[in-house]
């Protein structure tokens, strides 16, 4: 006959004895309950206001909405795309600014890393649209590219910093020049723990493609407010949130979906693995004995 000891507990996390499983099995069945129950009130609201008639689901079979949306979804990908680019690049140049040696070239990209990051994206949007008269396009992506730039920057520039002081000294002491400390030393292992917040970034200018609509640039919102708008259809509000909200979500998962697997692949990565060094033989003389 054996005996199942209890798990230890650590400093950390005291085991739950038989009353708090108990009561933690209360506390999530009513929890369950209760998301249930607002969910299913949520559901009656629909359905009691009518958002589930044919009428109202009858502009997505047709063809022209369906390209309608199509086309949306292609141009927020599009201002996402050359957005996440030029984000990425303006927040390396910023942070190699800040961790310059030269003091004229730290106090420029603080300030413009600082100003950046305070002004509004959609008064930014907003400028370069009138102020510029640029193209909805270009408006929305200099606006995207310059807050979350800025934003990256920092990310960036804390990244490098977090990495243990002793790494850039051993690479120092090897000769190496800076831009090749970063480059070779630093930037490689700070990779790993900026890419989280790094995707989180990047999400967030996903979602601030939706801006576009402001400008009359035709991103997916865009395309869904002048469905939503349709008076033939009875003003279809709550099913094209339905329909457009799932695909934004799907595009945020698949984002970080994306960066898991890129981090997955790093770690698998030749360079980061043990090399094998061969065993000594017999008569092998070291480097300077004689």
Known sequence: MTTRTAP?????????????RRRHRTY???????ILAAAGWIVFLLLETGQFSGAKWTPFAYKGIQELLLRGLGNTLKAFAYAAVLSLVLGAVLAVGRLSDHRAVRWVSTLLVEFFR????????????????????????????????SVLAEVFRTGINSVDRGQREAAYALGM???????????????RAML?????????????????????YEEFLHAGKLI?????????????????????????????????WVARQERRSP????????????????????
């Open 196 to 216: 989280p917040t790094i995707i989180s970034q990047l999400v967030v200018a996903l979602k601030d493609t939706s801006l576009g609509f402001l400008i009359t």
């Open 118 to 149: 305070a002004m509004p994206v959609l008064v930014m949007i907003f400028f370069v649209f009138v102020a510029l008269k640029a193209q909805p396009l270009t408006a929305l992506v200099t606006g995207l590219a310059l807050y979350n730039g």
């Open 271 to 290: 360079k980061t693995k043990a090399v094998e060094v061969a065993p000594a033989e017999p008569g092998t003389v070291l480097p300077g004995v004689r």
């Open 228 to 260: 939503a708008s349709n008076l033939d259809y009875d003003l279809p509000f709550i099913p094209v949130v339905m329909v457009i909200s799932p695909i934004y979500i799907g595009m945020c998962m698949l984002l970080s979906w994306f960066a898991t």
């Open 177 to 191: 020049r800076k831009t090749q400390v970063t480059t070779y030393v630093l930037a490689p292992q700070a990779v």
């Open 8 to 20: 230890a507990s650590t400093a950390l996390y005291d085991i739950p004895g038989p009353a708090a």
């Open 28 to 34: 999530g069945i009513v929890s369950t309950a209760l």
